[in-house]
């Protein structure tokens, strides 16, 4: 990157047409990323021997900060679209919130709703799907379950939707107490710690299941909060990073190294407490630091790749996967679920060592995401299934030598550029 090699950081990049459309192109860069992130804990979920592997665990628990980055740079995009305006116009928020997030979910909850009531076969495509189900009694009230609670994947949007809710009067409040950002910060990672240990141990009156937990943004107060503030100070935040990136890079990596360590310990000695340990637990306290390293790491590298300095390929490939993004998220649960169930038939699942799958897995499924998401912006159903505007066959394939400077990303969780 020319601001790395150089030692001298620069403002973030901002291109597009003037007025309230603007693009960060390192924070486009980094969708893809962090798909690739959400990708290896799913491959991971279903193709590793996660109750027998150290290894397996250790990077189940190196990928799992996907979502709090996903919804970290969602809350700082979205308050840096807002930041120089008094108030939000809520009408025309919701009708681009409901959009870009709230359609895609509804119509991926109706997508994965049968594919969540498929049963195993000895005939390809090895599933079945007994239809009458689907409309009965119980069939409605698995659906309605489905969508108030977010399937597998899902949730992620069922959270922003949960913090969209709320964003107007948050982003009124910590523009209004500007002094107080730092404690807001404070208190959120305080927050943070505390509250799964709150909630699982009965301190607030009542146990919280894990699946509600995961679905409640009252769990990511430092990367919903913490986004927001770090939005009014983009460009200090920028300049930071990439000033300290030797030094952020280095600690991140012993973070990791610190909570892969504990999760050793705790499978030699038994004596740690749970809270504390990650072992899968996106929550645990000691993987908070990790998770906030790892955040910054993506940002470097979405820093990296749309640096002047890269050739054109490689800013083809970034922009390209940046355009994808969205679709490739939505649908990725489909490509593994019937790799996973195709390698079982096959007799691969025993015959291939199970790092050597999962990462097949993860090429996969971004590759059929891809394509899925390429072609499908080109159909009517664009806005629906990928939350994109729709794009012109002509643009299907990445151009090495032409990059456009005002190609649409998509209408995605990142893409909060339109006020």
């Known amino acids: 990157m020319s601001s790395a090699q150089s030692g001298q950081s620069q403002p973030p990049t901002v291109n597009g047409p003037s007025g309230t459309r603007q693009r960060l192109d390192h924070v486009d860069a980094m969708r893809p990323i962090k798909q690739v992130a959400v990708i290896s804990t799913h491959a991971l979920i279903f193709f590793s021997p996660l109750s027998t592997?150290?290894?397996?665990?250790?990077?189940?628990?190196?990928?799992?900060?996907?979502?709090?980055?996903?919804l970290f740079v969602s809350a700082c995009m979205l308050a840096y679209s807002y930041r120089d305006q008094t108030a939000v116009a809520l009408g025309h928020y919701w009708?681009?919130?409901f959009v870009a997030v709230g359609l895609v979910y509804l119509v991926w909850t109706l997508i994965y709703f049968p594919v969540a009531s498929m049963t195993p076969t000895s005939t390809f495509p090895y599933y079945s799907l007994a239809w009458s189900s689907l409309a009965s009694t119980k069939g409605l009230h698995n659906l309605l379950f489905a969508t108030a609670t977010g399937y597998y994947h899902l949730y992620f949007l069922l959270v922003l939707l949960e913090f969209y809710v709320v964003f107007p009067y948050v982003f009124a409040l910590i523009?209004?107490?500007?002094?107080?950002?730092?404690?807001i910060v404070v208190g959120a990672l305080v927050w943070?710690?505390?509250?799964?240990?709150?909630v699982r141990r009965g301190w607030l009156g009542f146990v919280m299941p894990a699946k509600v937990e995961t679905r409640l943004i009252t769990s990511y107060p430092l990367y919903l909060l913490g986004g927001v503030v770090a939005a009014f100070y983009l460009e200090q935040f920028h300049d930071f990073v990439v000033r300290h990136r030797r030094g952020l890079l280095l600690a991140t990596a012993l973070c990791g190294a610190a909570a892969l360590t504990l999760d050793y310990l705790s499978r030699v000695t038994h004596d740690l407490p749970l809270l504390l340990v990650p072992g899968g637990d996106p929550f645990a306290a000691l993987v908070v630091p990790y998770d906030v390293g790892a955040i910054v790491a993506v940002y470097l590298l979405g820093v990296y790749l749309v640096a002047p300095g890269r050739g054109a390929r490689t800013r083809a490939i970034t922009r390209s996967g940046s355009e994808?993004?969205?679709?490739?998220?939505v649908s990725q649960l489909i490509w593994i679920i019937f790799l996973h169930r195709w390698a079982y038939e096959w007799g691969l699942l025993a015959a291939v060592p199970w790092?050597?799958?999962?990462l097949f897995a993860v090429a996969f499924a971004y590759g059929a995401g891809w394509l899925f998401s390429a072609v499908v912006?080109?159909?009517?159903?664009?806005?629906a299934l990928v939350g994109r505007s729709r794009q012109s066959w002509a643009t299907l394939l990445p151009r090495w030598g032409e990059i456009r400077a005002h190609d649409d990303v998509g209408e995605g969780p990142l893409n909060m550029t339109d006020v």
Do not use: V
């Open 53 to 70: 592997s150290f290894l397996a665990a250790s990077l189940l628990t190196l990928t799992h900060f996907s979502r709090n980055a996903f």
């Open 95 to 97: 009708r681009r919130r």
């Open 175 to 183: 523009r209004r107490y500007r002094r107080s950002h730092l404690w």
């Open 192 to 198: 943070q710690l505390a509250y799964p240990a709150l």
């Open 324 to 329: 994808a993004a969205y679709g490739i998220y």
């Open 355 to 358: 790092l050597a799958s999962t």
């Open 377 to 383: 912006a080109r159909t009517p159903f664009a806005r």
